[in-house]
């Protein structure tokens, strides 16, 4: 019992490497191999010599070597010198009771050893772990090592143990390798590489494979072993559907396994004079026998890897085109393809799911139907000349969403050539920015409202110059011309005047101070921010003749620069606006500092405005002042209504430990 588990641990640990690919075994299933493939060395060989029956019968396929080729290749090299020795016993021992000449066995240990050396090092060299005969590339490198040159190789040093003629006991030796590894080793090869994933597939694929081997080893049965008055050279031909069969569904395992029987059967028909090949009893020159099988064997092989690697290949293809399709339908862009009759073969899921309209009806020049009337022969236009010279393209047009409404895309395509160069087709990529053409007009929009109010501000202060300050410094000179002794009669008149002009000289420097702090307040720069506001509140009440009530709280005594005068123009702007529109008479303004920073509020009772539609149109000093607010992180809050007043919120960010530390720092 214990040791069952032992060998049913090292068995699990073999097919463990073997699903992954891998030469190296641990200990346990080295032990296995090595058992395995001495008992299979001793015993193969003394089924042949048993199923010989003849002593000078020479069997034309000597499957020592390529039994012991297969297990070297499971094992690590350092294995590699107790188990060629141990192979070698079990030859010998079947050799001597098959009645085999300690003569020619000693001939054959070294052409055996030559042989089995060129094939496990050969194949180890060109193969990262088992040999997989599933590509023409690959049963060339086999078939180079283990076919070709082994084989002959080691037939130089094993043909006297065969024949005395030298060359004719050299061909039959080297052919026999040569068939042996030919189907005996891809066999095994392949059913402990493949064999175990065969038995994952489907019931219906296993049923099928049944069924192929049963009628393949009947058929084979009856081409090879009736007697040869019964049969006809047609049943040739009954093996080709099942060998075409055996390659095409099951790739290299099935060939591999299908020829391996094959072999079996015409060999042993051969032996006991049955089948097309019964003349050759007693087998003394399996020539005939063994070119059928070798050429007929590598004939479905070649196919068999033809097949697998035409499978692979289109596995390959589907997986990228699956990757292609799942990048592209996840991508957060429209994807199109075209082939070159400049139809439209391919969009993926958010073109689908943009346009709400089914696959079929964007295919073709169906997807010009969603494009809009104005851009649709500058569209196709760009689109065909692209096709004509096979550039890449970049065009803007509009294209009709799901919900009806036209938005703007970026349209970008480029050739596709095939791996030898010939044109096919176009790809594409279209994104939707609309929202990007929006911003464009909106910044042109604020562009030329920004120039149109910097010409403003200066006409306004053109005509304050020229309509009201340079009228009154005219009509002080004029005044204090009547200051003049000569010109004044009395001095009682020459001091009423001097007492006006001086009235009119401390006016105008009120009204030329209060159009210096529009333009700049001093006071912001050296007062602080609530003491500039204080007094911008005191001096328009004034000027306008409103009441404005100014609070303010826990206002930070230092603010940066740049907070101070966003706030402040933030409150010149909104206070202004807010005396021009209103129609009220009482103003607030307030001022306070929190711990998240500080905030400016202005509010009235006045007749209130639709504020997202000001700010769409003509609310150039709404945008200015948002944008001012978002240069320092920032943000405004607009309440209004028509006929509830208007409340203006400003934020700004601000922590003085902040600041300390930066200057600490």
Same mark, same amino acid.
């Given at each position: 019992?214990?040791?069952?588990?032992?060998?049913?641990?090292?068995?699990?640990?073999?097919?463990?490497?073997?699903?992954?690919?891998?030469?190296?075994?641990?200990?346990?299933?080295?032990?296995?191999?090595?058992?395995? %493939?001495?008992?299979?060395?001793?015993?193969? &060989?003394?089924?042949?010599?048993?199923?010989?029956?003849?002593?000078?019968?020479?069997? !034309?396929?000597?499957?020592?070597?390529?039994?012991?080729?297969?297990?070297?290749?499971?094992?690590?090299?350092?294995?590699?010198?107790?188990?060629?020795?141990?192979?070698?016993?079990?030859?010998?021992?079947?050799?001597?009771?098959?009645?085999? !000449?300690?003569?020619?066995?000693?001939?054959?240990?070294?052409?055996?050893?030559?042989?089995?050396?060129?094939?496990?090092?050969?194949?180890?060299?060109? /193969?990262?772990?088992? +040999?997989?005969?599933?590509?023409?590339?690959?049963?060339?490198?086999?078939?180079?090592?283990?076919? #070709?040159?082994?084989?002959?190789?080691?037939?130089?040093?094993?043909?006297?143990? $065969?024949?005395?003629?030298?060359?004719?006991?050299?061909?039959?030796?080297?052919?026999?390798?040569?068939?042996? /590894? @030919?189907?005996?080793?891809?066999?095994?090869?392949?059913?402990?590489?493949?064999?175990?994933?065969?038995?994952?597939?489907?019931?219906?694929?296993?049923?099928?494979?049944?069924?192929?081997?049963?009628?393949?080893?009947?058929?084979?049965?009856?081409?090879?072993?009736?007697?040869?008055?019964?049969?006809?050279?047609?049943?040739?031909?009954?093996?080709?559907?099942?060998?075409?069969?055996?390659?095409?569904?099951?790739?290299?395992?099935?060939?591999? %396994?299908?020829?391996?029987?094959?072999?079996?059967?015409?060999?042993?028909?051969?032996?006991?004079?049955?089948? !097309?090949?019964?003349?050759?009893?007693?087998?003394?020159? +399996?020539? +005939?026998?063994?070119?059928?099988?070798?050429?007929?064997?590598?004939?479905?092989?070649?196919?068999?890897?033809?097949?697998?690697?035409?499978?692979?290949?289109?596995?390959?293809?589907?997986?990228?085109?699956?990757?292609?399709?799942?990048?592209?339908?996840?991508? &957060? #862009?429209?994807?199109?393809?075209?082939?070159?009759?400049?139809?439209?073969?391919? @969009?993926?899921?958010?073109?689908?799911?943009?346009?709400?309209?089914?696959?079929?009806?964007?295919?073709?020049?169906?997807? %010009?139907?969603?494009?809009?009337?104005?851009?649709?022969?500058?569209?196709?236009? %760009?689109?065909?000349?692209?096709?004509?010279?096979?550039?890449?393209?970049?065009?803007?047009?509009?294209?009709?969403?799901?919900?009806?409404?036209?938005?703007?895309?970026?349209?970008?395509?480029?050739?596709?050539?095939?791996?030898?160069?010939? /044109?096919?087709?176009?790809?594409?990529?279209?994104?939707?920015?609309?929202?990007?053409?929006?911003?464009?007009?909106?910044?042109?929009?604020?562009?030329?409202?920004?120039?149109?109010?910097?010409?403003?501000?200066?006409?306004?202060?053109?005509?304050?110059?020229?309509?009201?300050?340079?009228?009154?410094?005219?009509?002080?000179?004029?005044?204090?011309?009547?200051?003049?002794?000569?010109?004044?009669?009395?001095?009682?008149?020459?001091?009423?005047?001097?007492?006006?002009?001086?009235?009119?000289?401390?006016?105008?420097?009120?009204?030329?101070?209060?159009?210096?702090?529009?333009?700049?307040?001093?006071?912001?720069?050296?007062? *602080?921010?609530?003491?500039?506001?204080?007094?911008?509140?005191?001096?328009?009440?004034?000027?306008?003749?409103?009441?404005?009530?100014?609070?303010?709280?826990?206002?930070?005594?230092?603010?940066?620069?740049?907070?101070?005068?966003?706030? /402040?123009?933030?409150?010149?702007?909104?206070?202004?606006?807010?005396?021009?529109?209103?129609?009220?008479?009482?103003?607030?303004?307030?001022?306070? *500092?929190?711990?998240?920073?500080?905030?400016?509020?202005?509010?009235?009772?006045?007749?209130?405005?639709?504020?997202?539609?000001?700010?769409?149109?003509?609310?150039?000093?709404?945008?200015?002042?948002?944008?001012?607010?978002?240069?320092?992180?920032?943000?405004?809050?607009?309440?209004?209504?028509?006929?509830? *007043?208007?409340? $203006?919120?400003?934020?700004?960010?601000?922590? !003085?430990?902040?600041?300390?530390?930066?200057?600490?720092?």
């Amino acid at each position: 019992m214990k040791g069952g588990c032992v060998l049913e641990k090292s068995t699990l640990s073999v097919n463990n490497h073997l699903s992954h690919g891998l030469p190296f075994l641990d200990s346990r299933a080295t032990l296995l191999v090595v058992c395995v %493939t001495t008992a299979l060395s001793y015993l193969v &060989p003394k089924l042949v010599g048993i199923l010989a029956s003849n002593p000078q019968t020479v069997w !034309p396929l000597w499957p020592g070597c390529a039994i012991l080729v297969t297990g070297l290749l499971l094992v690590r090299a350092s294995v590699w010198p107790l188990l060629i020795p141990a192979a070698f016993v079990g030859f010998a021992l079947a050799d001597l009771q098959s009645g085999v !000449p300690l003569s020619s066995i000693a001939r054959f240990i070294p052409g055996n050893t030559v042989e089995v050396l060129i094939s496990a090092i050969g194949l180890r060299y060109c /193969f990262d772990g088992l +040999p997989r005969l599933n590509s023409v590339r690959a049963l060339a490198k086999y078939s180079f090592f283990a076919i #070709v040159l082994a084989p002959l190789a080691g037939a130089f040093l094993s043909a006297q143990g $065969v024949a005395r003629d030298y060359w004719m006991g050299w061909k039959i030796v080297s052919l026999s390798e040569v068939l042996a /590894f @030919v189907t005996v080793t891809p066999a095994l090869l392949s059913w402990l590489s493949e064999g175990r994933v065969l038995m994952r597939r489907s019931r219906a694929l296993r049923l099928e494979g049944l069924i192929l081997i049963a009628g393949l080893v009947l058929v084979s049965y009856v081409v090879f072993t009736l007697p040869e008055d019964s049969r006809s050279p047609a049943l040739f031909y009954t093996l080709v559907p099942f060998l075409l069969w055996s390659a095409l569904r099951f790739g290299w395992l099935g060939a591999s %396994t299908s020829l391996l029987a094959v072999t079996s059967l015409s060999i042993w028909g051969a032996v006991h004079g049955r089948g !097309p090949f019964s003349k050759l009893v007693p087998l003394t020159d +399996p020539l +005939p026998l063994q070119m059928f099988l070798v050429f007929a064997s590598i004939t479905f092989m070649v196919l068999a890897a033809v097949v697998e690697e035409h499978e692979q290949d289109a596995h390959v293809v589907r997986e990228s085109e699956e990757r292609f399709r799942l990048v592209a339908n996840t991508a &957060p #862009v429209m994807i199109w393809m075209a082939g070159t009759d400049r139809l439209c073969t391919y @969009v993926n899921q958010p073109w689908l799911k943009f346009t709400g309209r089914p696959l079929e009806k964007e295919l073709g020049n169906g997807w %010009t139907e969603g494009v809009h009337g104005e851009d649709l022969q500058r569209c196709l236009k %760009t689109y065909s000349h692209a096709f004509d010279v096979r550039q890449s393209y970049a065009m803007e047009y509009r294209v009709r969403r799901n919900d009806g409404d036209y938005r703007w895309i970026l349209d970008i395509g480029v050739p596709r050539f095939n791996a030898d160069g010939t /044109f096919a087709g176009f790809i594409g990529s279209c994104l939707d920015i609309t929202d990007r053409k929006l911003a464009e007009e909106a910044l042109s929009s604020v562009g030329r409202r920004l120039i149109e109010a910097h010409e403003e501000e200066r006409t306004w202060i053109a005509r304050e110059l020229h309509d009201d300050i340079a009228q009154r410094i005219a009509l002080l000179v004029v005044e204090l011309e009547h200051c003049d002794p000569q010109v004044s009669g009395s001095m009682d008149d020459i001091h009423e005047s001097l007492q006006l002009a001086s009235q009119r000289v401390s006016d105008l420097g009120k009204d030329v101070q209060a159009l210096s702090h529009r333009l700049h307040s001093s006071k912001l720069e050296y007062l *602080g921010l609530a003491t500039a506001v204080r007094s911008f509140c005191h001096e328009l009440a004034e000027q306008r003749n409103v009441q404005i009530e100014f609070k303010q709280a826990d206002i930070p005594a230092e603010i940066p620069k740049e907070i101070s005068l966003c706030l /402040f123009r933030v409150l010149q702007e909104a206070l202004q606006n807010a005396i021009k529109h209103s129609t009220d008479q009482n103003f607030t303004v307030e001022m306070l *500092g929190m711990k998240e920073g500080i905030s400016l509020t202005v509010s009235d009772s006045g007749i209130g405005f639709d504020w997202q539609d000001a700010m769409n149109r003509r609310g150039l000093g709404l945008i200015s002042m948002r944008e001012r607010l978002r240069l320092v992180n920032g943000e405004l809050s607009i309440q209004s209504e028509p006929g509830r *007043g208007t409340t $203006v919120v400003a934020r700004v960010p601000y922590r !003085p430990e902040d600041r300390s530390m930066a200057i600490a720092g």
